[in-house]
């Protein structure tokens, strides 16, 4: 009957394999991104829809509004992408050799990977919402009056804005990551 003791929140972390952090990371990124352009596109495509019986004349116009969230998931696959090529696959020697040899290195890498990941996946949410809401204002503002579409459009840039600003500050996070491929 062994029984697994754990005394820490170090344990906890070193037990899980550094390219397992780095994949949750890269996972969290794409899919958090990708719920935020969905979220964005179900305010801005329900809200499209239901103005569009009082005005038809918005219906092609405000699709602007949908490419925008989707901007937000395509964000997510750059940022995946990016963090992917960061990883690597060991060349030569097995995980563990790699552990014994650099643990430090190789558990700065995958932490670095992992929050970067999750970052950017906050933050793409963040944007997905903020675009949805600020389009679905652009297509109920611009059924009423067709002069205010340009000018709530602007407000839906500086929302789509926060999801570049996400993936830059990813970037940033994920620079110093170096997974060791030798001794």
């Given amino acids: 009957t062994d ?3 754990v005394t820490d929140w170090t344990t906890i972390l070193e037990d899980v394999s ?3 952090w780095g994949s949750m990371g890269v996972g969290l990124g794409l899919g958090l991104s990708i719920l935020g352009a969905a979220w964005g596109i179900l305010l801005t495509g329900s809200t499209l829809v239901g103005a569009a019986v009082k005005a038809p004349r918005i219906r092609s116009k405000n699709l602007i509004s949908v490419i925008f969230c989707e901007a937000t998931a395509i964000y997510g696959v750059i940022i995946a992408i990016i963090l992917v ?3 690597g696959a060991p ?3 097995t995980v563990s050799n790699l552990l014994e040899s650099h643990p430090a290195e190789i558990y700065w890498a995958a932490f670095a990977v992992f929050g970067a990941g999750v970052s ?3 933050t793409n949410i963040a944007s997905g919402v903020c675009v949805g809401i600020a389009g679905s204002s652009c297509a109920l503002a611009d059924a ?3 002069g205010l ?3 709530i459009l602007i407000v839906e840039i500086f929302g789509s804005a926060l999801g570049i600003f996400g993936v830059i500050v ?3 996070q994920s620079n110093s990551a170096s997974f060791p491929t030798e001794n």
């Fill in 170 to 172: 990813g970037i940033i």
């Fill in 144 to 146: 009423q009056d067709p």
């Fill in 85 to 87: 090529n960061k990883m």
């Fill in 120 to 122: 950017v996946g906050l």
């Fill in 91 to 93: 060349k030569s020697h």
């Fill in 18 to 20: 550094p390219y397992s």
């Fill in 3 to 5: 029984v697994y003791n």
């Fill in 149 to 151: 579409f340009v000018k």
